[in-house]
């Protein structure tokens, strides 16, 4: 063959002898037999040309591009979503663990790996498409053929941009694939600029106890009743009333007249109903517990008239009755013997109206009830007092006794706190009405004596009693117990909730957020995705008419075997080396082209000497579009 002669005739290639020695040498030694067997190896068999051949796809190549690039700009996309969605995720969790940290750090690394590779993937992809077309367009030498198919990789790109400035050969190919270089290394790096989107934040402060009233402290059991702190509850209940209201008509406005602020008036059937939440803290502001107060009093009149009563109930009069004919009959027997008496001693005993508390000698309620006489009248208001609990998480339900903070009755004798106490028998408490209203105006006492003075003239003679007057008395018993509970709710020692009452200080924290710009952070997804459409779209515009081959190294090795087949024997020489003697054996340029299929087939593309650069359509693909990328 005359190329072969001049292979061996020029000086650089005249090595080759020995590798053609060595390959023969070792085809022979695959003929030996083996000693640890003792049967010969056949020989390889050589293939055949005369086989059957699969037909050739090549014309489903642009399918299985656009198949290639959606795969990979899926993955991308993928990635990208749920790494905004780990993102939303962990910004909303205030504050993040030490766990949940490093969780945020595992899954931040990994997805913005997995966006990495897709676009690596897919910037690579577009590199071995775009090696045909810049093939087809020009000729080249081997070298440079070398270094336009390995372009996909960031080094073979690089590698041909400094060979071509090294030459100073710098051409449309430079420029294109200088253009290739940048894109894959941006591409394949812009997922780092997430991390200018978020931020984890470290907050320090100091992390306040949730504190609860002390009720069992020594200032609330042993000090409630005494003389010194009567004066300032009774103050408090005075000028909590909210407004004055002595001279108009008791039913006007009656839920505003008889509202407090920061507890709740409910008016039921016949009853006046306060409650309040009782209060927590954090540091040094009020927060609402999960236990309710409930102060619930009904009130009706009793008429006394010539040793006998009558009871008022929802405007009837029902009597009269004797001393024993009610259950609290020592009650009622001795309060409205006070009220019935001649004796001057006890009419300056009952002089104006006066409260009382029924007590037993022993200490023991015989009855929660309070008893409020109307001045120069026979009439007294009788009122049933009670104290409730309730939580929050079943409104329901009530508390027992025993778990209950408050004692039922107890706190309504706060009625009674500095005012002179004096009665009978040590089973009642009478309280004179000198000493109550000088803690109950200007609202309480006018209104008391207002309503009081109902019961004479015409309305006595008529036997009725106006409407709501009921509800206002009620109110004034109701709301004492409920005001000395939220005065004292913030007066009172405290104790921290928890396993350590005595903590009452607050511990330094440092609390770790995750700060996410999400300008920002649909800026780079705009921009990564953005840029992929685009970099499919100019490939595909490029590539637009070639036949694009996969990116296999069996089909490339099949493209150069017309090249490569020139001379023998260099299955051991270096890509520099091998090019290097290609060029020398072909004296000519080669580029990318096709040309006519045998008997009429499909056309053959080829890397050789005067192809053809225009790449017609497959016959079976006659009425597609001469689109092949």
């Given at each position: 063959?005359?190329?072969?002669?001049?292979?061996?005739?020029?000086?650089?290639?005249?090595?080759?002898?020995?590798?053609?020695?060595?390959?023969?040498?070792?085809?022979?030694?695959?003929?030996?037999?083996?000693?640890?067997?003792?049967?010969?190896?056949?020989?390889?068999?050589?293939?055949?040309?005369?086989?059957?051949l699969k037909p050739s796809s090549s014309d489903n190549q642009p399918r299985r591009n656009a198949v290639a690039l959606a795969q990979r700009f899926l993955v991308t996309s993928f990635a990208l979503a749920l790494l905004t969605i780990c993102l939303w995720k962990f910004s909303n969790i205030r504050p993040l663990s030490k766990w949940e940290q490093r969780l945020f750090?595992?899954?931040?690394?990994?997805?913005?790996?997995?966006?990495?590779?897709?676009?690596?993937?897919?910037?690579?992809h577009l590199g071995s498409m775009l090696r045909w077309p810049l093939l087809s367009r020009?000729?080249?030498?081997?070298?440079?053929?070398?270094?336009?198919?390995?372009?996909?990789?960031?080094?073979?790109?690089?590698?041909?941009?400094?060979?071509?400035?090294?030459?100073?050969?710098?051409?449309?190919?430079?420029?294109?694939?200088?253009?290739?270089?940048?894109?894959?290394?941006?591409?394949?790096?812009?997922?780092?600029?997430?991390?200018?989107?978020?931020?984890?934040?470290?907050?320090?402060?100091?992390?306040?106890?949730?504190?609860?009233t002390n009720w069992t402290s020594a200032l609330w059991t042993n000090q409630i009743y005494s003389k010194e702190t009567a004066y300032p509850m009774k103050d408090k209940y005075g000028s909590a009333h909210g407004k004055d209201t002595s001279l108009s008509d008791p039913m006007l406005d009656l839920e505003s007249d008889l509202r407090v602020s920061n507890a709740t008036l409910k008016l039921g059937a016949n009853t006046t109903t306060y409650s309040y939440e009782l209060m927590d803290f954090k540091g040094g502001h009020p927060i609402p517990s999960n236990r309710t107060v409930y102060s619930t009093v009904s009130c009706?009149?009793?008429?006394?008239?010539?040793?006998?009563?009558?009871?008022?109930?929802?405007g009837n009069r029902t009597g009269p009755f004797d001393w024993g004919e009610e259950s609290v009959a020592i009650v009622t027997?001795?309060?409205?013997?006070?009220?019935?008496?001649?004796?001057?001693?006890?009419?300056?005993?009952?002089?104006?109206?006066?409260?009382?508390?029924?007590?037993?000698?022993?200490?023991?309620?015989?009855?929660p009830r309070i008893y409020i006489k109307c001045p120069h009248s026979e009439f007294s208001w009788e009122c049933w007092p009670t104290l409730t609990e309730t939580v929050r998480a079943n409104e329901s339900h009530e508390i027992q006794p025993l778990k209950a903070i408050f004692h039922p009755t107890g706190l309504y004798r706060l009625l009674t706190l500095g005012l002179g106490a004096s009665g009978g028998s040590g089973r009642l408490v009478y309280l004179k009405d000198s000493h109550l209203s000088a803690f109950m105006r200007p609202a309480p006492e006018n209104r008391i004596s207002q309503i009081c003075s109902e019961f004479s003239g015409p309305r006595y003679q008529n036997k009725t009693i106006p409407a709501g007057y009921h509800f206002w008395i009620a109110g004034q018993a109701a709301r004492l117990p409920i005001l000395a509970i939220m005065n004292a709710n913030f007066k009172l020692p405290r104790l921290a909730r928890g396993p350590t009452p005595n903590q009452i200080s607050g511990t330094a924290y440092v609390h770790t957020t995750l700060d996410v710009d999400?300008?920002?952070?649909?800026?780079?997804?705009?921009?990564?995705?953005?840029?992929?459409?685009?970099?499919?779209?100019?490939?595909?515009?490029?590539?637009?008419?070639?036949?694009?081959?996969?990116?296999?190294?069996?089909?490339?090795?099949?493209?150069?075997?017309?090249?490569i087949n020139r001379f023998d024997g260099g299955k051991l020489m270096t890509g520099e080396e091998l090019a290097t003697s290609l060029d020398n054996v072909l004296g000519v340029s080669v580029s990318y082209g096709t040309r006519m299929g045998q008997d009429g087939g499909p056309p053959e593309v080829d890397l050789a000497y005067g192809l053809d650069a225009n790449f017609p359509p497959f016959p079976q693909k006659k009425q597609a579009s001469r689109n092949n990328c």
């Open positions: 063959m005359p190329s072969l002669r001049l292979l061996r005739e020029s000086s650089p290639l005249r090595t080759i002898s020995y590798s053609q020695i060595l390959s023969k040498s070792l085809d022979s030694l695959q003929t030996l037999p083996t000693t640890h067997t003792g049967s010969a190896k056949k020989p390889m068999p050589k293939g055949s040309t005369k086989r059957p750090n595992t899954l931040s690394i990994l997805l913005t790996g997995i966006a990495s590779l897709g676009l690596g993937s897919l910037s690579g020009t000729v080249y030498q081997m070298k440079d053929v070398d270094l336009i198919l390995g372009m996909s990789q960031p080094t073979g790109s690089l590698q041909l941009i400094k060979r071509h400035i090294r030459d100073r050969r710098i051409s449309r190919t430079t420029f294109i694939v200088t253009t290739y270089l940048m894109a894959n290394l941006i591409g394949r790096s812009s997922v780092a600029v997430f991390g200018l989107a978020y931020n984890m934040t470290d907050k320090t402060g100091i992390e306040d106890p949730i504190l609860a009706s009149i009793i008429e006394v008239h010539e040793g006998l009563y009558w009871r008022w109930s929802n027997e001795t309060l409205l013997w006070g009220l019935n008496a001649t004796k001057g001693t006890h009419r300056a005993l009952w002089r104006n109206h006066t409260m009382s508390f029924p007590v037993m000698a022993n200490g023991s309620h015989v009855s999400w300008l920002r952070v649909v800026v780079v997804v705009a921009s990564i995705t953005g840029g992929q459409i685009l970099a499919i779209l100019a490939v595909l515009y490029y590539c637009n008419g070639v036949y694009t081959r996969d990116d296999s190294y069996l089909a490339t090795a099949e493209l150069l075997k017309t090249v």
